[in-house]
């Protein structure tokens, strides 16, 4: 049993008696069962579960030799894509690459910057301009080919692309991940030419990090991919199905989120670091579980901070707004850098108190001061702890919250794999764009408007 990645539950000792989360030991197991047998639902979308473990050597060589090509040629790399096509990618970046990185020109790594996951025309302007005199190439990413944001994106991207390129060396510049046979970015591949990568079908976009989707935006990153499978892979053994609850973390982490939901009614998750680089791990998150848990009016939302940060925006609430809310505090065992805090002899701050110490040990006891003050406050909490923040520990993250979300959702009774509630802002979008095929409900809308 590895000690990289540990769940412990003992301070939610004081809300939930523990015997109380170990008698839903058998609902937990009952649940990875039918997530491992395929007999539940959206069975369709379990592809998920092996795939760490299944990912071969050839397949990421392949992948780091698609980046190496885009890296050699590309002092920019726009990533396009939204949801699921775009926040596991974002997420391991930030929490992998160094925090200025993107401003050093001496690592040599080419910027990766990210398009298609809004419709701000600014952003487009800026990053239109940003990359005017600058070498560019695109990997662009849907899993249906046809979302609306990435697809703008790409349409504004390629046409710039073939002007300044030229159609042929523009094709040679853009990377397609996609369905392997549906879609119109399947068939622009196929027009053009493009090199693509296949989503598995049975792969939903937010369970999707592990394949090309996350995988090639990391390696033209440097992220280390090989660490990043292997730890899933690592994090897949440790939660299958014949290991039994005491020594399964995502059974542990599901259990205690369901009895903190079911039985205190807590209805918001927020997941806290006190690490900014886990941030966007914290959006990951919030895609995975809100899509999966949020429908047939249940689900805990979930909700995320960064601390110390939020403690002075956030903080009040949480001491004592509300009683909605439970935390989930991911810890770092410790840093990679190293900040010492020196004594100043005029000690006009009067923090010579803390000379000697690293900033590190400073920022563990805020940890520890916050987690004591908010159980005080009534805020359960689920210690989650890494020894480091490296690819090894953020893949097992990614698998064992992948793990816990789906037997949260067959706990709940729902469908953890489908998002039909995405589908209502889209309806009324195209209406009010007047997409061919939407008129009627147009006229409605604007009649709900008032015509404007
Ligand atoms: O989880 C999901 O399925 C969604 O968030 C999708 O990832 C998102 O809508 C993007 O879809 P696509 O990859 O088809 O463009």
């Known amino acids: 049993m590895t000690t990289k990645l540990k769940v412990s539950l003992d301070r939610l000792a004081k809300f939930v008696p523990a015997e109380e989360i170990a008698a839903l030991a058998p609902l937990m197991d009952r649940c990875n069962k039918t997530l491992h047998k395929g007999d539940g639902k959206g069975n369709d ?17 392949d992948i780091k030799a698609c980046a190496d090509d885009l ?16 926040l596991g990618a974002k997420a391991v970046m930030e929490a992998l690459n160094p925090t200025f990185g993107a401003f050093d020109s001496r690592k040599g790594n080419p910027l990766v910057l990210f398009a298609g996951h809004n419709l701000s025309e600014d952003y487009m302007a800026e990053l239109l301009s940003f990359i005017e005199n600058r070498s560019v190439s695109l990997i662009v990413i849907s899993k249906s080919g046809t979302t609306t944001e990435p697809a703008i994106a790409f349409r504004i991207l390629r046409d710039l692309m073939e002007k300044r390129y030229g159609r042929k060396e523009a094709a040679s ?25 296949i989503i598995p079908d049975n792969v939903g976009g937010r ?8 995988l090639l935006p990391l390696a033209v990153a440097g992220v280390d991919i090989e660490a990043l499978v292997d730890g899933a892979a690592q994090m897949e053994r440790q ?4 290991v039994p609850f005491e020594d399964n973390i995502a059974m542990q982490y599901a259990a205690a989120r369901y009895a903190l939901y079911t039985r205190l009614g807590k209805k918001v998750e927020l997941m806290v670091s006190f690490e900014p680089k886990l941030q966007y791990m914290a959006e990951w998150w ?10 047939e009016g249940k689900g805990i939302m979930p909700h995320s901070v960064v601390f110390t940060t939020d403690l002075h925006s956030m903080g009040q609430y949480i001491q004592e707004g509300e009683r909605i809310m439970f935390e989930t505090v991911i810890s770092v065992g410790a840093p990679t850098g190293k900040v010492t805090i020196e004594s100043d002899q005029s000690n006009l701050d009067g923090l010579n108190f803390l000379a000697g110490k690293r900033l590190f040990e400073v920022n563990r006891m805020a940890e520890l001061g916050t987690m004591l003050a908010h159980i005080d406050g009534g805020v359960p909490n689920i210690a989650i702890s890494i020894d480091s923040i490296n690819a090894q520990t953020i893949g097992m993250l990614i698998y064992m919250f992948e793990k816990a979300v789906g037997i949260s959702g067959y706990a709940i009774e729902v469908n953890p794999f489908d998002q039909p509630g995405v589908e209502a802002y889209k309806k009324n979008m195209f209406a009010l764009l007047d997409k061919p095929g939407y008129e009627e409900e147009g006229k409605k ?4 408007i008032g015509n404007k």
């Open 445 to 448: 809308l604007r009649e709900r």
């Open 71 to 86: 890296r050699a040629k590309s002092e920019v790399v726009v990533v396009i894509g939204i949801g699921g096509s775009y």
């Open 286 to 295: 919030k895609q995975l579980y809100g899509e999966s848990e949020g429908k």
């Open 239 to 242: 939660t299958g199905v014949e």
């Open 45 to 61: 979308f379990l592809g998920w579960i092996n795939l760490p473990s299944s990912i071969t050597k050839e397949h990421l060589a």
């Open 207 to 214: 369970f999707s990090v592990l394949t090309p989707v996350g």
């Open 173 to 197: 510049r853009i990377v397609a991940v996609t369905d392997g046979s549906r879609g119109a970015l399947r068939t622009l591949c196929d027009n053009e030419g493009y090199k693509s990568y």
